[in-house]
């Protein structure tokens, strides 16, 4: 999920409800995109996006595919970190573990480096390029 995150700058919450399903490839490239609607919980429910942008495609970065996560990802019938789905608030427990996670591995550093702050490197290094 990390590495998800850096490469498409896109927010946690929306990574937690990816699917398999959601991943095709467009024009040559491989692309991402949610349905906005998931079955969890024996319900139908929405998945949470801060704004319009995020319920847009986003392009997969090439690293992804020559790894094999497009093709581990889209032989998924399911979530993609289907194990997230088990806490009762996904996003907010998953936060909660990356940055843990990232602690752990040392990344955290003067500035409190979050998984948020993977979004905010992008976004940085894209504007300078």
């Not at 609607?37 to 929405?46: C, G, H, K, L, M």
């Not at 992804?64 to 789905?85: M, P, Y």
Request: net charge positive.
């Amino acid at each position: 999920m990390p590495l998800l995150g850096h490469l498409s700058g896109r927010r946690l919450g929306l990574l937690c409800y990816l699917r398999g399903s959601d991943i095709r490839e467009k024009h040559g490239v491989f692309v991402a995109q949610t349905d906005g609607i998931v079955f969890r919980d024996n319900a139908w429910t929405r998945v949470p996006y801060k704004t319009q942008d995020s319920m847009t495609f986003f392009v997969l970065h090439d690293f992804l595919n020559q790894i094999g996560f497009i093709e581990w990802a889209r032989a998924k019938d399911g979530f993609l970190f289907d194990i997230v789905q088990e806490y009762s608030d996904p996003e907010k427990q998953t936060s909660g573990n990356m940055n843990d996670l990232l602690r752990k591995a040392g990344a955290a550093g003067k500035q409190r480096e979050v998984f948020h702050s993977l979004r905010h490197d992008l976004i940085d290094h894209m504007r300078n390029k």
